[in-house]
């Protein structure tokens, strides 16, 4: 026996199969799995759905652009609206405090105020008088600061 | 009755339940006997070919007929049977040679193994191969399929199967040689 082992090869072997099933196994398991699709309940996919199946990958990009689309031009529109919301919120004497703590003052904008130095401008507008605008416009003197 | 017939009678809802009983009739033995030759128990096979039959009418509509339809249940089959043995080992927390160890002691002991003693020890060589090699091994060597179509149920390389195969031959005669 050991020497038969030693010698033999894959092919020596006869194909055959060692299982058995019980008797009438096969007559009896197309019933069984058919008693069991009963239960399983199979729901033909109506006609429109096999219909729409092809469109189906074509339309998901679509939907996905028309998504960014409107989010996009959603923001769009509701952003300068934001803006202006948040500045009417604002107290006129936030602003000037603002303004006057961290605007950065140009030559050009004070040239502005010296076009406008004969019209009287309201103690509410510049929150100083013409006369202490132009003492203010003196005192740095325009003409001797280089440029 | 051709695969072709018996797909357009499943596609009809009067002749759906025929044309399955049919299905089953024609391809039962192929897939029973692939199953049970991995997972040796009669049960379990016997469970998981139903398994693998519920599948095919759940998803029968959804059969793409660029496959053939025998190469589609095996891949079913082949899949639940390597699910089946990768939960039994996760189940029991059982390594890889305690699981051919316990199908080892069902080849000794089961009253619906027969067979010579070289032939059962062809069984038991079988089990110390790795799952997917012993799937390679008999779907070549016993259902005597051609290394493309297993290509296709398995979608693994024809070279890579022909490798396994010769590999997996070699490593049983070597196994049957020992004692």
């Not at chain 1, 082992?5 to 299982?19: A, E, M």
């Not at chain 1, 769009?76 to 605007?103: F, G, M, R």
């Not at chain 2, 069902?106 to 009253?111: A, R």
């Amino acid at each position: 026996m050991t020497k038969i082992n030693k010698d033999i090869k894959l092919s020596d072997i006869p194909r055959h199969n060692v299982y058995q099933v019980p008797e009438k196994y096969f007559d009896r398991l197309p019933m069984q799995i058919m008693e069991r699709t009963a239960g399983a309940g199979y729901t033909p996919a109506p006609w429109y759905v096999a219909a729409l199946k092809p469109l189906r990958l074509a339309l998901a990009p679509l939907v996905l652009l028309l998504v960014v689309g409107v989010v996009y031009f959603t923001q769009l529109k509701d952003q300068p609206e934001q803006q202006v919301v948040n500045l009417a919120t604002v107290t006129d004497t936030d602003i000037v405090d603002y303004l006057s703590t961290y605007a950065v003052l140009e030559s050009t904008d004070l040239a502005e105020l010296t076009s406008l130095s004969d019209q009287e401008m309201t103690a509410e507008f510049l929150n100083v008088s013409s006369k202490a605008a132009e003492e203010e416009l003196e005192y740095y003197q325009l003409n001797t600061i280089d440029y | 009755m051709e695969d072709k017939e018996l797909l357009e009678k499943f596609a009809n809802p009067d002749s759906r339940n025929l044309a399955f009983n049919q299905l089953i009739r024609k391809y039962q033995q192929k897939i029973y006997w692939h199953i049970r030759k991995m997972v040796i128990d009669h049960d379990d096979a016997d469970d998981l070919t139903q398994e693998v039959f519920i599948k095919v009418w759940k998803n029968l509509e959804n059969f793409r007929q660029d496959a053939q339809l025998y190469t589609w249940i095996y891949r079913i089959a082949t899949n639940e049977c390597l699910t089946f043995l990768s939960s039994k080992r996760k189940k029991f927390f059982l390594p890889l040679n305690d699981v051919a160890a316990e199908l080892t002691e069902k080849i000794d002991s089961s009253p619906d193994i027969g067979g010579d003693e070289i032939q059962l020890k062809l069984q038991k060589a079988l089990l110390r191969l790795p799952d997917k090699q012993r799937l390679v091994f008999n779907m070549k060597y016993y259902d005597e399929l051609k290394y493309e179509e297993i290509s296709a149920i398995l979608g693994t390389s024809v070279g890579a199967l022909k490798a396994s195969y010769h590999l997996a031959v070699k490593k049983i005669e070597e196994f049957i040689k020992q004692d």
